[in-house]
DNA sequence: GTCTATACGATGATAGAC
DNA sequence: GTCTATCATCGTATAGAC
């Protein structure tokens, strides 16, 4: 974080997932990471730019935030993790998973894609658990903790806390 | 809808749904209400003004559209109606409720408080069902008609309609 | 109630020097 | 790589006429 270029991805994600993309001006991002104006343009192309380089390190953080669960040999702890996994994630990075949830709204990218994987794994744990349509329980879980993950970032941790161990308990674990 | 301020509402509502508060212009709203820009800020105080006048009207609408799940009397009923709400939407008020969907996550207002009512009603609901823990059960059940609703603003009805008789035999309906 | 004209600061972006 | 200076455009908002 020593470079000017990681001083201005760091301004800008935490601006944007703050403050929301189009409300944040590059003027703006300029002065929380003190560099020039200009150089926001000299290491991308534009702001759409910049945001689309901070798009793909969060991606890449996801991918390996998703990682111990996708590569779960045991079915029952892979739902557990899952299940887990909001109700883990670090303080500090709230900003960076609250930039996601605002992005999914604010402009289009398929969150379906990224969270194609997840779900073949909680549908083949369902599977492997015996039960009956292991797609749809994937789905809603997924829908569960999607919703969970939303009000912690909105609300905080302790407005979801109760709630995770009544869903352990509900899947058995 | 013959009244100018009424064109100025309306416009405003499908812009803002479908682009964002902050990425629509007044200049923009004003051409598609086919109005001067200045009456905006006539009707209106200021373009907040104008957002705050499209939320009010957004959340009597929410009001209206919970009343029958609210006034319901069969606890069974109720949960039923609640589930099946998402799938039910009309088509042509979509853009409407994916205004409040997006804002949720671009401005600050409480989702929470405005939910209480009809938490409370699932709450009370699943207790007559003799569910052990009516509150947690009421929580996850909007937890998951939360995201399956935000599946179809974003992904339209078919996305998620295989999940809807899943859930209604879940909920043993 | 409605329109036209306009003020004026902010914004994204570029050019050129160091 | 980085900064300063600068620009054209856009965006919100106001004033005044009809």
Same mark, same amino acid.
């Given at each position: 974080?020593?470079?000017?270029?990681?001083?201005?991805?760091?301004? /800008?994600?935490?601006?944007?997932?703050?403050?929301?993309?189009?409300?944040?001006?590059?003027?703006?991002?300029?002065? &929380? /990471?003190?560099?020039?104006?200009? +150089?926001? @343009?000299?290491?991308?192309?534009?702001? &759409?730019?910049?945001?689309? #380089?901070?798009? =793909?390190? /969060?991606?890449?953080? *996801? $991918?390996?935030? +998703? *990682?111990?669960?996708?590569?779960?040999?045991?079915? !029952? &702890? #892979? !739902?557990?993790?899952? !299940?887990?996994? %909001? @109700?883990?994630?670090?303080?500090?990075?709230?900003?960076?998973?609250? +930039?996601?949830?605002?992005?999914?709204?604010?402009?289009?990218?398929?969150?379906?894609?990224? *969270?194609? %994987?997840?779900?073949?794994?909680?549908?083949?744990?369902? =599977? #492997? +658990?015996?039960?009956? =349509? %292991?797609?749809? =329980? #994937?789905?809603?879980?997924?829908?569960?903790?999607?919703?969970?993950? $939303?009000?912690?970032?909105?609300?905080?941790?302790?407005?979801?806390?109760?709630? &995770?161990?009544?869903?352990?308990?509900?899947?058995? !674990?």
């Amino acid at each position: 974080m020593t470079d000017k270029k990681e001083q201005i991805l760091h301004a /800008a994600l935490e601006l944007f997932a703050s403050e929301g993309y189009h409300t944040v001006s590059t003027s703006k991002i300029a002065k &929380k /990471a003190v560099v020039s104006e200009g +150089l926001i @343009f000299r290491h991308f192309e534009n702001k &759409k730019g910049l945001l689309e #380089a901070i798009l =793909e390190y /969060a991606f890449e953080r *996801m $991918g390996i935030l +998703l *990682m111990p669960i996708l590569t779960e040999k045991s079915p !029952i &702890k #892979a !739902i557990e993790k899952y !299940i887990l996994l %909001p @109700f883990e994630i670090d303080k500090s990075e709230y900003h960076f998973w609250r +930039l996601l949830f605002k992005l999914k709204w604010e402009i289009e990218y398929s969150s379906v894609e990224k *969270m194609k %994987p997840l779900i073949d794994k909680l549908s083949t744990s369902f =599977e #492997a +658990l015996n039960y009956k =349509e %292991p797609e749809k =329980e #994937a789905e809603v879980l997924n829908h569960i903790i999607e919703s969970v993950s $939303g009000g912690i970032l909105k609300d905080g941790l302790q407005s979801q806390e109760i709630l &995770k161990d009544f869903l352990l308990k509900k899947y058995h !674990i």
